[in-house]
Structure formats: C-alpha cells, structure tokens
T-cell receptor, first 110, second 110 residues
Framework: DAKTTQPPSMDCAEGRAANLPCNHSTISGNEYVYWYRQIHSQGPQYIIHGLKNNETNEMASLIITEDRKSSTLILPHATLRDTAVYYCIVEVQGAQKLVFGQGTRLTINP | DVKVTQSSRYLVKRTGEKVFLECVQDMDHENMFWYRQDPGLGLRLIYFSYDVKMKEKGDIPEGYSVSREKKERFSLILESASTNQTSMYLC?????????FGPGTRLTVL
C-alpha cells in the first residue's frame, strides 16, 4: 500500500508556480521522498528526491517539513507541458520496488 | 541519457496466444522491473530481476513469467494471454537513486 496521501487533482495557471502537497505521516528515518510524474501515454519520469533537506534541480524544488511528515513539490513556472499525474513516493533508497499511489492529476491552464 | 526501450508501443493479441514483451536498457543497470498500469489501480509490480538469470515475484505475478538472459534485456511472457491481461505494461531499470521507465506497451487481448 502507498504510504502517501495526495489530492486527486489540481489546476494551475500557465506561468505560475504549481505547489503539489504530499502527506507521509508514517515516514521512517531512513525513507526518502521521491517524486515522479507521468505524462499521458508515457512511462513515469523521475523528478526529484530528498531525505530531510530541501532540494532543487532543473525541474523542480522539494520542500520537506522539519518533522518530515509532509512535503511540497514546486514547479516554479508551470508550462502546458507540465500537465501530468504527479506521484509522491516514500521508500528507502535503493528499494527493490516503488509503490505508486494514485497521484495528483495536475492540469496547467493557458 | 539513459534509454529504456520496449519492443512495441501497441500490441493486439488473441486469447490463448503466447505473448512476449521485450525491454532493453543501455545503462548496465542490475535491476529491472515489469509493471502493469490499469485505471484506478495505478502501477502494480509483476516481476523484477536483480541480476542475469535472477528473478523475483512482485505483487501480481500470476499468469506471467520473465526471462533475463542478458543484463540489458528483460522479457515479460504471457504464457496464454487472457482478456484480463489487457493493460499498459511498463518496464523500468534502476540505479541506486531512481528508476527509469520505458514508454510502455499497450496490450489488448481479444
């Protein structure tokens, strides 16, 4: 079973920041927070991951609360191509499998 | 860039046929995975392999088998296809941090 809770859908205007929340209240000390996204008819794509510090890469930023029970993925300037299902996953690094929940369907509107 | 390729994007087979889905990765990864994705059920792990000729059952292995004769290639076999195996099949390979997914094969069993 997925260890995370995400809203089923969100909308965001093109050019604005998209903030996707994720709750993981039962996260263990050695578990990382991973974000993947799946654009329609494609395989999931890795976005970013983190343990307890905030992380940023060329695609997004990840903000993890101090108690690590929740996190937010931030797409700073959303484009239409960011329309996808976004999955928040909690697993130990190198886990044999990733458990995907239902994710958040993000729609970027022009 | 890591490449995970799957032999077909779309496949139509008849009930009872033997079906082979091929997956190839070019990054010398030890671990490879087969998932299926169905509406409302998310991604579910069928089988994975952590080395040549090694395999482990995932969450839903019934009706499937796999073959890993070479490190770069991981095959999913439907011994006798049934209509309830109509689905999107996704292959992935993994390094320590993240999984890389192929584009998927949409299989329809008539």
């Amino acid at each position: 079973d997925a260890k995370t809770t995400q809203p089923p859908s969100m909308d965001c205007a093109e050019g604005r920041a998209a903030n996707l929340p994720c709750n993981h209240s039962t996260i263990s000390g050695n578990e990382y927070v991973y974000w993947y996204r799946q654009i329609h008819s494609q395989g999931p794509q890795y976005i970013i991951h983190g343990l307890k510090n905030n992380e940023t890469n060329e695609m997004a930023s990840l903000i993890i609360t101090e108690d690590r029970k929740s996190s937010t993925l931030i797409l700073p300037h959303a484009t239409l191509r960011d329309t996808a299902v976004y999955y928040c996953i909690v697993e130990v690094q190198g886990a044999q499998k990733l458990v995907f929940g239902q994710g958040t369907r993000l729609t970027i509107n022009p | 860039d890591v490449k995970v390729t799957q032999s077909s994007r779309y496949l139509v087979k008849r009930t009872g046929e033997k079906v082979f889905l091929e997956c190839v990765q070019d990054m010398d990864h030890e671990n490879m995975f087969w998932y299926r994705q169905d509406p409302g059920l998310g991604l579910r792990l069928i089988y994975f392999s952590y080395d040549v000729k090694m395999k482990e059952k995932g969450d839903i292995p019934e009706g499937y088998s796999v073959s890993r004769e070479k490190k770069e290639r991981f095959s999913l076999i439907l011994e006798s296809a049934s209509t309830n195996q109509t689905s999107m099949y996704l292959c992935a390979s993994r390094e320590i941090v993240r999984q890389y997914f192929g584009p998927g094969t949409r299989l329809t069993v008539l």
